[in-house]
């Protein structure tokens, strides 16, 4: 058939479309959207170990940040008491240097070489300083029993205690201040500190980037802010004020603090270039001194599970971004789980996921398909009305959509069924990614952890292949020009997928095979009627 007489509404011409427009937003949402805006932080030579508490705009700040930064390295070092707690599920001390965690040992979380995952190993976390001076508060330090830290120490004529307790129910930390009879040196504020050192993604490029990243997560008013520091390749910072939540953390492990103070603390977020660490102060300014002041948070530090999170706090589940595709996210891993419960595996579990997926959007496939049968049947006097009207648009227009109605022949009946699954691809694809569940998960043979790419991409070149061979049993209107642009996008997904967890490749190839099921039972039923 010529290309002059094709439809104009054909609706291969409308699924090209629509499923170019697809890579393009992927490619936009990954490599072109606009990211936040970041004003460049003092060198790192100023910034010292320590925040600075001033604000860093300031002329003056700068001054005083260099200043205090000199005061800090030529300052006598105190030696600090150290004390311990073990258990079958983490390691971890506390120092008596403002009670900060360190060298947290999660014995029950692997990296990728296989060893135990330390985290606070180059800075304590959720440190106590004063703001004045950037100095961590001295305690003197307790452990009345298993789990649970009792710090003293008196500033000026006020007294400051903090309680300090794990619970081994849930993993996480129960924190408590208490300030007696708060000073003019109290009404400066302090501090809790958090801080990660950069990690370097690997394999990752323009085409085919690495999923991993590291951010700051920060609620403030209701609303939640992500920013992504792994990619970032100059100094900055930012602040946010008010916060309810906040992280520091990737997209498997987190160190999160949940205030529950009367009065919301500040946060400051900074990247050191420099030095590859991103830093964080949770700032607190007493705004009143006439009584005894209460500061109370939950922290967290370990693996960013659901359940886990929920467990610690119903609010602390926000951690784990999904996106605006959450509404469909969610119910995509509550299903998987439900699957990994019944068959143990997870790479079964995203199979079964699949034909779920499948067999709901199987009607819309069968009224797809219909539709595309009518499309073809119409060909020929749809080349008969555009030679007859080819001077009067309008006419011909009117007579090609009088006959499409009366054969029920819809020009966008095929698109359905793709436009209902691109928001559960780019949802699994978060899942996937962002799922401590499938970190580490073998599948079978070659593949030994899903949420990396296949190391010999079998299942990205399996996947072009199927939809390919989907192509070629699928009826087509199309002219040639269109079949040979069609014929390569398979090879353009299969390039897309060479580096995105193996998970999301399985489902693909698995989803394709559905298709191709689906095509050649509804091909040999419309021979039979």
Known sequence: MSPNSQSPLSEKRVILAIVLSVVLIFLWDRYFAPKPKRSVAPPAAQVAQSLPATNPTSTTAKSDEKSQAVKLQAAKTIPANILNFENDQIRFEITSSGMGVQNIKLKKFKNRSGAETVLGEIEPLFQLKKLS????????????????????AKIAQSVWTRTLVYNQTTNSFENKIVISKPSAETGRGFYLTLSERKFETKGGSFLFPSYDHQDFFVESGGKSDVNNINHAKESYEKNATAISL??????YLTSALYDLSDVAPDARMVFDSQQGFARAQIIYKPTQLLTDLKFQQKFYVGPKSLETLKAVDP???????????????????????????????????????????????????LFSFKSMRAMQVIQPELAELRKRYKDDAITMNREVMALMKRNKANPVGGCLPALLQIPIFFALFRVIGSSVELYQSPFLGWIHDLSLHDPFF??????????????KITPSTM??????????????????????????????VISSLFGIAQQTYFMKSSKRS
């Open 133 to 152: 001076d950037n100095e961590a508060i001295s305690f003197d330090l307790q452990q009345p029993e298993p789990g649970v830290f009792i710090g003293t």
């Open 246 to 251: 906040f992280s520091l953390g990737n997209q």
């Open 479 to 508: 002219d040639p020009t269109q079949a040979k642009i069609m014929a390569f996008l398979p090879v353009v997904f299969s390039g897309l997928m060479l580096k995105v967890p193996s998970g999301l490749s399985l489902y693909m």
């Open 315 to 365: 609010q602390m589940d926000k951690l784990i971004d999904f996106g605006w595709l959450w509404w469909v996210a969610r119910p995509l891993l509550a299903a998987l789980k439900i699957f990994h419960g019944w068959v143990g595996n997870w790479g079964f579990a995203i199979i079964l996921l699949t034909l779920l997926v499948r067999s709901l959007v199987l009607p819309f496939n």
């Open 458 to 471: 079998v299942l990205p070149l399996m996947m072009g292949g199927t939809m390919f061979w989907q192509q």
